[in-house]
């Protein structure tokens, strides 16, 4: 295995072996804060990602402004997959929009966002979770995805400039051309572009 020179400039050996260990959906709903400020009290984890359009953003925000020390970014939600606990998009109500489901909240899986929605209010449904958070005071250190539903090939584009234009390192999983296939359903040419998009 090749050394990785990032290592060094986090205090490791360039052939150190580092876990990180992250938390996402915090804010989903109070017990997903909680239980992360007792794992970060306990000195368990200190990352995690916040969900800015559920219910309890506001206190993950406020833990956030009260801990710097704990990295915590945005867990970009498009998505609510649960039968009777449901949010929805921070930027717009609009059934245009194709961001909202029957019920007129987020729809329940990737898929149905990727059928549905305009490419371009979702990613600004996005960058508006991000500018919530800032304006909350968080300091944010990263972005990643709730339920990887940015890893469409309309959506990794306008993802990567967000992570470029805010200056937060995205979370982008390690996927070859054929599982970027079988996840976004995209064909072999657009899971390639995809890939060389996500490394340049």
């Known amino acids: 295995m090749q050394p990785n020179p990032v290592l060094k400039k986090l205090g490791f050996a360039p052939d150190d072996r580092v876990v990180i260990i992250h938390t996402d959906d915090i804010g989903m709903c109070q017990a997903t804060v909680d239980a992360f400020a007792d794992l970060a009290d306990f000195g368990l984890i200190s990352s995690g990602a916040v969900m800015v359009p559920c219910p309890w953003f506001l206190k993950a925000a406020e833990f956030s402004r009260n801990n710097p020390e704990v990295d915590l970014g945005v867990h970009l939600t498009l998505t609510c997959e649960y039968d009777y606990y449901r949010w929805g998009p921070i930027s717009t109500r609009n059934p245009a929009s194709g961001l909202l489901d029957e019920q007129g909240c987020m729809h329940k899986t990737s898929e149905a966002v990727w059928a549905d929605a305009d490419p371009d209010t ?38 990567i400039q967000l992570a470029r234009t805010y200056g937060l390192p995205p979370m982008i999983p390690r996927l070859t051309p054929e599982e970027l296939m079988a996840q976004s359903h995209a064909d072999l040419d657009t899971a390639m572009l995809m890939v060389g998009m996500i490394m340049a």
């Open 122 to 159: 979702a990613l600004g449904e996005l960058d508006a979770q991000i500018r919530r958070a800032l304006a909350e005071g968080m300091n944010l250190t990263h972005i990643d995805t709730h339920m990887g539903t940015v890893a469409h090939p309309q959506l990794v584009p306008g993802y």
